[in-house]
Every structure is written in structure tokens, then in C-alpha cells.
């Protein structure tokens, strides 16, 4: 079992609809993030969390350290959020290495 | 605007010939990172510095090297690409091991024909 899981894998919706990707590890970690990779591109470091809840723009991220799960909101979705979002943790006795989820390929339709 | 900058963006070369792709940052971050993303992949550390100290994953192949010569610039070696080398290679910076968070390059896409 992959320490972390995404889903859904893969999410289509509408431009304007709410959108979550969940992200549940199993790892004891010291932080989580949640990166976005467009086709083809590098990668966008999004959001690091440790506890709580940021919001950045549209895109809102929470983590519950107790229940080992982070979601990533994305309000009034447009067809330009359209994207790979992925979620990795480090773990509590590595440094360096981060723990990547599959991603969630997200498109958004006009 | 401080970034990561990489080097070529789209590089081809030869079955066995030696490739170096570049990155550059002006963060002045002291960790940079190699990745490699293969497609459809979650990305896979190669080796990173913590300023001058080289730290190699344990199943990086030999055929891959690295280089910092100052805290701006980290050099990606592949000494003899094969066919299964072709991927993108990111590079990230960070400070302080991450507790700041991670900066990525656009990367660079190697295709070996």
C-alpha cells in the first residue's frame, strides 16, 4: 500500500464548480504539500502545511494531523486550473525525501 | 524574481553521448535537488546537496552524476544516456532542508534517440 494515496485519480467538472482532491498518508510526517504540474511542465509548489488551513486565492488547503488526510479546494474552478495536483509528505525522521501521491489529473471544461 | 532556472528546456542527444543539463537559482537556498519524472510518474530523487555535501539516493545508477560548484549552479551529468533515460529531469531548491518549502524549475524534457 502506497504510504500516500490521492483521489480521485481523475476529476472532469464544469467551469465554476467547487472542486476537492483528497490526499490521505499513512506516515507519521513534519509537513505536507501540494504542488501542481501542468502538461509537459515543472512543477508549482502550491501550499506547505503542518497543521490548520491556508488559502491562497481560490485555492484553499486543509489537514487533519489526528485523521492523517489534507484536502485541496479549488473555488469557482476555471478551465485554466486545469492540471496535474499533487500531494507529498516528509516524514518525521527524513530530511529530504519527499513521499509523492499518483497526482490527481484535473479538467476543467468551459 | 528570485527562481530556478534550467537549462536546456528541450535537449536531445545520441544513445551514449554524455549529456549535462543545468540549473541555476537565485534563491540562495542551500539544498538543490534532481529529480527524474518519467511519464505518468510520480517524480523520483536522483541525489541532492545540502551546500557542498553530495548525498546520492541508494538506487540512483552510477551513470548519473552530479556537480555544485557554488550555491547558485547544479549540474545534472549523464554519462552514457540509454533509451530508458529519456524523461524529465527537475531540479528544486530549498532552504534549511524544506521547512520553507520547495522552489522547482520548469524542468528540462531529455529525449534520447
Known amino acids: 500500500k502506497n504510504e500516500v494515496e490521492q483521489s480521485p485519480q481523475n476529476l472532469t467538472a464544469q467551469e465554476g464548480e467547487f472542486i476537492t482532491i483528497n490526499c490521505s498518508y499513512s506516515?507519521?510526517?513534519?509537513?505536507l504539500h501540494w504542488l501542481q504540474q501542468h502538461p509537459g511542465g515543472g512543477i508549482v509548489s502550491l501550499f506547505m502545511?503542518?497543521?490548520?488551513?491556508k488559502k491562497h486565492g481560490r485555492l484553499i488547503a486543509t489537514i487533519n494531523i489526528q485523521e492523517k488526510h489534507s484536502s485541496l479546494h479549488i473555488t469557482a474552478s476555471h478551465p485554466r486550473d486545469s492540471a496535474v495536483y499533487i500531494c507529498?509528505?516528509?516524514?518525521?525522521?527524513?530530511?529530504?525525501?519527499?513521499?509523492w501521491g499518483a497526482g490527481t489529473k484535473l479538467i476543467i471544461k468551459p | 524574481d528570485a527562481m530556478v532556472i534550467q537549462n536546456p528546456r528541450y535537449q536531445v542527444t545520441q544513445f551514449g553521448k554524455p549529456v549535462t543539463l543545468s540549473c541555476s537559482q537565485t534563491?540562495?537556498?542551500?539544498?538543490m535537488y534532481w529529480y527524474q519524472q518519467k511519464s505518468s510518474q510520480a517524480p523520483k530523487l536522483l541525489f541532492h546537496?545540502?551546500?557542498?555535501?553530495?548525498?546520492n539516493e541508494a538506487d540512483t545508477p552510477d551513470n548519473f552524476q552530479s556537480r555544485r560548484p557554488n550555491t547558485s549552479f547544479c549540474f545534472l551529468d549523464i554519462r552514457s544516456p540509454g533509451l530508458g533515460d529519456a524523461a524529465m529531469y527537475l531540479c528544486?531548491?530549498?532552504?534549511?532542508?524544506?521547512?520553507?518549502?520547495?522552489?522547482f524549475g520548469s524542468g528540462t524534457r531529455l529525449t534520447v534517440v
Open positions: 528544486a531548491t530549498s532552504s534549511r532542508g524544506g521547512w520553507s518549502g520547495y522552489t
Open positions: 534563491l540562495n537556498h542551500n539544498v
Open positions: 546537496y545540502y551546500d557542498k555535501d553530495f548525498n
Open positions: 506516515v507519521g510526517i513534519s509537513a
Open positions: 502545511l503542518s497543521s490548520g488551513k
Open positions: 507529498a509528505v516528509r516524514k518525521v525522521d527524513s530530511n529530504y525525501q519527499l513521499i
